[in-house]
């Protein structure tokens, strides 16, 4: 009975994790690094942060962050100790604030591309991936019951 109870526990925190805001744990992260929380960057119409990482004295990174007026990341910058761009993510956005395609750049090239597919209730239903210049491909797919609960197939 007890490792019945750990196997519905367990099934039931998977379908509430792929229900949320699945996508956007790809860039949850950078609004907790900053410590700012999306509502913040909206309310006060802050367009970009700047996390700089320090040893003492000496910059050992930056991450660069740009905002839309709704508090939406549009890009990431990563720049090296001598201020050198590294790394560059740019994201797209539907009219309902749904992240559309995330891309990722290292040294100017295009190394990986999500692209996000939703219904009409704003549920994700797909997501695809790109890796440089090969097709994309389907990576994740959700359907949904009435009850808008993810289905388990």
Do not use: P
């Not at 744990?25 to 970009?48: C, H, P």
């Not at 660069?64 to 590294?86: Q, R």
């Amino acid at each position: 009975m007890k490792q019945l109870l750990i196997a519905v526990f367990i099934m039931l925190a998977y379908v509430g994790i792929s229900q949320s805001e699945y996508n956007h744990y790809r860039y949850y992260n950078y609004y907790w690094q900053n410590g700012i929380t999306k509502k913040a960057i909206k309310d006060n119409g802050v367009s970009k942060t700047i996390l700089v990482n320090k040893r003492g004295d000496k910059v050992r990174y930056q991450t660069i962050t740009n905002y839309d007026k709704n508090g939406n990341i549009t890009e990431l910058i990563g720049k090296n100790k001598k201020g050198i761009i590294k790394w560059r993510t740019k994201y797209t956005y539907n009219d309902k604030n749904k992240a559309l395609t995330i891309h990722n750049y290292k040294k100017g090239k295009l190394k990986k591309a999500y692209y996000f597919e939703y219904n009409k209730k704003g549920n994700i239903t797909a997501e695809y991936l790109q890796k440089g210049s090969n097709e994309k491909r389907l990576t994740n797919d959700w359907k949904y019951n009435d009850e808008k609960c993810v289905l388990i197939i």
